[in-house]
C-alpha cells in the first residue's frame, strides 16, 4: 500500500435523489475513509431556496464533497463559498449531467463544448474558496470521440486550477437519449481515462463508470489515482464495509450488518426529532444492506411497506429483524 494515498483514491459518486445527507451517512457507517459526493445542487435552486435544505450535512459525513450545478461564473463563486462555509472538503463542477432539463440551463455535461467558460467558472471558484475545487466530467459530448477533445478540456481547465478531474468514461449524447440511457449506452472507454493520467501525471485523475468489483477497482488503480463508484455502491452497499481496509491501509470495519441496522434507527430517531423526516425517507438508502443474504427480499419488502410508516422507526427495524431471523433458522433447520 502506498503512504501517500490520493485523497480521491475511492469515492462514491454523486447521484441525484440518491446521495442526499441520509445515504452519505448510511455509507458513512460502512467506510471511515471513502469520500462522499452529494447530489448536484444547481445554482439557483442555492441562491433563491434554502441553504439548509440543500447543504445540512452530518459530523461523520467528512470527507464529502459538494457538487454543483452552473455555469456562471458568479455564482458558482457565491455558491462555493457557501459550501465551504457549511463546512464541505471540496466543491466540484458537474460538466457530466446530460439531462435536457440542465441542458436548457445551459450546463452539465454541454459545457464540455465551452472550455473557456469551465475554465472561466473554475477559476472564479478557485479564487473564491481555500478547499479544492474539482470536476467530473464525460470523455466527449455527442459523436466527438477522439482523445483530443477531452485532452484539451482537461488541459484548459487545468491552467485555470483545477487539478482534480473526476471522469465518467462515456460520451454524453445530448440527443436523443434519457439520463439513465446516457448511463448505459454510450460505450465506455477507461483506456482513454489511463491516457489522460499518463498525458498529465501532475494532475488526480480519477475513473468513473462500470466499475463493479474490488477486483476492478484494484486494477484501475494501477493506472490513475482513483475510482468513483456510483450504482454498484448504491444497490450493493456492503462491500464497501472492506474498503478501509482493502484500500486505504485503514482498520476494517468491525459492525455487523445489524449494528448498522440499528446505527440507523438510532439516526432516524435522531432526525425525526431535530427535522421531521419520515424514517422511510432514511430507510430507502439502505435496501441493499442485505443483499445476498437469505430473508433480504423479506426484509426489504418491510422497510419499504408503506402501510408501516406511521409505526415508529425501531419497531419497523423489530419487525424486518425477525423476518430474516425466521429465513435463517429455517436455512439451518433445512441442512
Ligand atoms: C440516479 C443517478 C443520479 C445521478 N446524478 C448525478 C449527479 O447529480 N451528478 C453527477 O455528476 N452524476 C450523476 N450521476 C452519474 C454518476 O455520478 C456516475 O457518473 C454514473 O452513474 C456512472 O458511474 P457508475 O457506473 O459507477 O454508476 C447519477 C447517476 C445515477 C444512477
Redesign the pocket.
Known sequence: MPTDLSPWRLSV??????TDKHCRFFHRQLTQKTRLYT??VTTGGLLHGSERRHLRLDDCEHPVAL?LGGSEPHELARCAQIGARWGYDEINL?C??PSERVQRGAFGACLMAEPTLVADCVKAMVDAVDVPVTV?HRIGIDREESYAFVRDFVGAVAQAGCRVFIV?ARNAWLKGLS??EN?EIPPLRHELVYRLKREFPQLSIVL????TSDAQIAAHLQQVDGV???????HHPWPMTGWDARFWGGAPNPRTRAEVEAAMVAYMQREAIEDGTPWSAIARHMLGLHHGERGARLWRQIWSDHRRKPLPAAEVAAQAAAVLAERQAQALASI
Open positions: 459518486a454523486p447521484m441525484l435523489d440518491w447530489e448536484m457538487q458537474n457530466g449531467c467530473k465518467h439520463p439513465k448511463r468513473n463508470g462500470g466499475v468513483m463508484l456510483g450504482r454498484e455502491a448504491y
